[in-house]
């Protein structure tokens, strides 16, 4: 006899509610990676940090948020996600704080460290609360929908609030938007968030949290030095070592009865699939897009605001994208629904590699590679997330953002250093011999360098470098568009492939 069949249960105006708050901390998260940008010259000026002093001020969030995403998300499914939530919230607000009100760089330092911590407790615990508020695959895929679209938001509304308020106050002001929201959070949060945690889980293990963030923050630093510095010996040992920690990582987690990240996972096609499509359009839009802030400011001649406002229809095609696919998989299978949007994004990529110094082609470019990406990050996520248990779920999602981040990071490194590789090659050829040593040098490293040069010079020999400089910069541009269209275009056959059975969510 055949069992019936059980539907999902509809999500009610509680879940509904829930997740609007949820999307709150993932707001604050994203604009707290943008907003320090802004303020990093005033607070250079108010609290004179040493040059290591300010690098760390910048990294430690983003080396604390990769470096404690998996222990957070598996901690989360031990404890309660929503009381990992909350206390994330609590030490988030408490953090911005301190940053707001830092009397010296050390202390910045600090709260920064304190944010990055707290960060990483978001992005697992909100997505895996959405995996058991939300039954129905419909409701399912578009409440993660909603919930990458806030990051999204949050990361273009970060530099327009934080210039406001830089406007206005002082430096500290662009840490207060954090206190809030958080408060809401945790004011809210208990009200209309269930709680949930794997039964009978057993206690963290200490010895894995300790490897899982020394692996990742051995990787991760040395990927953000090559981007910074090029390869050289320290940042190559750098990864070695954390490759060979994360070794001795996963060999431990399968002698473990219950283990930190559950490796089984990995043998589901969909879930490595859906992992590694994410990380790979990571990779491409992180790589590419740094490059074309620069191409706005420096071969454009915007000022950074203006370059902003300029790339904001970008974080705006990407909302529409995201926000349309839980539709679109309605009617389209999700294998096509992804080919498709990376196929959008291949052409997006295409489309910049003839730019020629045209704002109308690089926005064009930009916007078309950023509708293509929305609906690939918004099903792959809810594809990880959804082939995984619900007490596995904490875990998954943070394999899911532990992924973008190394696919970022990894993004910038790589294809920075092939897009600079291209710049000095040509450059070291074309620079005018009559251009003096020191100039020469500062024109080799970057085309910034090559722009303040060049203004320093006498007029036709400060053209003919800064001419020599744009060119190297333009060739070493499109190197990068075009091996993001040729990424971009073989992941979508890719994905045709592996996730042609994937299932089409129920209609909401």
Same mark, same amino acid.
């Given at each position: 006899?055949?069992? =019936?069949?059980?539907?999902?249960?509809?999500?009610?105006?509680?879940e509904?509610?829930?997740?609007?708050?949820?999307?709150?901390?993932?707001?604050?998260?994203?604009?707290? #990676?943008?907003?320090?940008?802004?303020?990093?010259?005033? &607070?250079?000026?108010?609290?004179?940090p040493?040059?290591?002093?300010? #690098?760390?001020?910048?990294?430690i969030?983003?080396?604390?948020?990769a470096?404690?995403?998996? /222990?957070?998300?598996?901690?989360?499914?031990?404890?309660?996600?929503?009381?990992?939530?909350?206390?994330?919230?609590?030490?988030f607000?408490?953090?911005?704080?301190?940053?707001?009100?830092a =009397?010296?760089?050390? #202390?910045?330092?600090?709260?920064?460290?304190?944010?990055?911590?707290?960060?990483? /407790? @978001?992005?697992?615990?909100?997505l895996?609360?959405?995996?058991?508020?939300?039954?129905?695959?419909?409701?399912r895929?578009?409440?993660?929908?909603?919930?990458? /679209?806030?990051?999204?938001v949050?990361?273009?509304?970060?530099?327009?609030?934080?210039?406001?308020? #830089?406007?206005?106050?002082?430096?500290?002001?662009?840490?207060?938007?954090?206190?809030?929201?958080?408060?809401?959070?945790l004011?809210?949060?208990p009200?209309?968030?269930?709680?949930?945690?794997?039964?009978?889980a057993?206690?963290?293990?200490?010895?894995?949290?300790?490897?899982?963030?020394?692996?990742?923050?051995?990787?991760?630093y040395?990927?953000?030095?090559?981007a910074?510095?090029?390869?050289?010996?320290?940042p190559?040992?750098?990864i070695?070592?954390?490759?060979?920690?994360?070794?001795v990582?996963?060999?431990?987690?399968r002698?473990?009865?219950?283990?930190f990240?559950?490796?089984?996972?990995?043998?589901?096609?969909?879930?490595?699939?859906?992992?590694a499509?994410?990380?790979?359009?990571?990779?491409?839009?992180f790589?590419?897009?740094?490059?074309?802030?620069?191409?706005?400011?420096?071969?454009?001649?915007?000022?950074?605001?203006?370059?902003?406002?300029w790339? &904001?229809?970008?974080?705006?095609?990407?909302?529409?994208?995201?926000?349309?696919?839980p539709l679109?998989?309605?009617?389209?299978?999700?294998?096509?629904?992804?080919?498709?949007?990376?196929?959008?994004?291949? &052409?997006?990529?295409?489309?910049?590699t003839q730019v020629?110094?045209?704002?109308p082609?690089?926005?064009?470019?930009?916007?078309?590679?950023? @509708?293509g990406?929305?609906?690939?990050?918004i099903?792959?996520?809810?594809?990880?997330?959804?082939?995984?248990?619900?007490?596995?779920?904490?875990?998954?999602?943070?394999?899911?953002e532990?992924?973008?981040?190394?696919?970022?990071?990894?993004?910038?490194?790589?294809?920075?250093?092939?897009?600079?590789?291209?710049?000095?090659g040509?450059?070291?050829?074309?620079?005018?011999?009559d251009?003096?040593?020191?100039?020469?040098?500062?024109a080799?490293?970057?085309?910034?360098?090559?722009?303040?040069?060049?203004?320093?010079?006498?007029?036709?020999?400060?053209?003919?470098?800064?001419?020599?400089?744009?060119?190297?910069?333009? /060739?070493g541009?499109?190197?990068?568009?075009?091996?993001?269209?040729?990424?971009?275009?073989?992941?979508?056959?890719?994905?045709?492939?592996?996730?042609?059975?994937?299932?089409? =969510?129920?209609?909401?």
């Amino acid at each position: 006899m055949t069992a =019936p069949t059980v539907t999902p249960a509809k999500a009610t105006r509680r879940e509904w509610i829930g997740l609007a708050v949820l999307i709150l901390p993932c707001l604050i998260y994203s604009m707290d #990676l943008t907003v320090l940008n802004l303020a990093v010259p005033h &607070l250079s000026e108010a609290l004179q940090p040493g040059a290591v002093q300010l #690098l760390w001020i910048i990294d430690i969030y983003g080396f604390l948020v990769a470096g404690c995403l998996a /222990t957070m998300g598996t901690l989360g499914d031990r404890i309660g996600r929503r009381k990992l939530l909350l206390i994330g919230a609590a030490a988030f607000a408490g953090g911005s704080m301190l940053a707001a009100f830092a =009397p010296n760089a050390d #202390l910045l330092v600090g709260a920064r460290a304190l944010l990055g911590i707290a960060g990483a /407790t @978001i992005a697992p615990s909100t997505l895996s609360l959405i995996r058991n508020m939300f039954h129905d695959d419909g409701e399912r895929t578009f409440a993660i929908g909603v919930w990458g /679209t806030s990051y999204a938001v949050g990361g273009s509304i970060g530099p327009v609030l934080g210039g406001i308020l #830089l406007e206005y106050f002082w430096w500290g002001s662009v840490f207060l938007l954090a206190v809030p929201a958080m408060a809401l959070v945790l004011i809210l949060g208990p009200r209309l968030i269930p709680e949930y945690k794997s039964p009978g889980a057993e206690r963290l293990d200490l010895a894995s949290a300790a490897l899982s963030l020394t692996a990742v923050l051995g990787v991760v630093y040395g990927l953000k030095q090559i981007a910074q510095d090029g390869l050289h010996v320290l940042p190559a040992a750098a990864i070695l070592a954390g490759i060979a920690v994360g070794v001795v990582f996963v060999r431990r987690q399968r002698r473990l009865p219950d283990p930190f990240i559950d490796l089984a996972l990995f043998r589901k096609p969909a879930f490595s699939a859906a992992l590694a499509t994410n990380v790979f359009g990571v990779f491409v839009i992180f790589g590419s897009f740094l490059f074309s802030s620069q191409y706005l400011q420096l071969m454009l001649g915007l000022s950074p605001l203006e370059a902003a406002l300029w790339m &904001l229809p970008a974080s705006v095609t990407t909302v529409i994208g995201s926000m349309s696919a839980p539709l679109v998989v309605r009617f389209v299978p999700p294998a096509m629904v992804v080919a498709g949007g990376l196929g959008l994004c291949s &052409l997006g990529f295409l489309i910049l590699t003839q730019v020629d110094g045209s704002l109308p082609l690089l926005i064009a470019g930009m916007l078309i590679a950023s @509708i293509g990406l929305g609906p690939v990050f918004i099903l792959t996520t809810d594809l990880i997330v959804g082939s995984a248990p619900p007490e596995r779920a904490g875990s998954a999602a943070a394999i899911s953002e532990t992924g973008a981040e190394f696919g970022g990071v990894f993004g910038i490194a790589v294809l920075g250093s092939i897009g600079m590789a291209v710049y000095r090659g040509m450059i070291a050829e074309r620079i005018p011999p009559d251009v003096p040593a020191s100039a020469a040098k500062a024109a080799r490293d970057t085309l910034g360098g090559a722009t303040a040069a060049a203004g320093d010079l006498p007029g036709a020999t400060g053209d003919a470098l800064l001419m020599a400089a744009r060119d190297a910069f333009a /060739t070493g541009y499109v190197t990068v568009a075009a091996i993001s269209a040729l990424l971009t275009l073989a992941l979508a056959v890719t994905a045709a492939f592996f996730f042609r059975k994937a299932p089409a =969510p129920a209609r909401a």
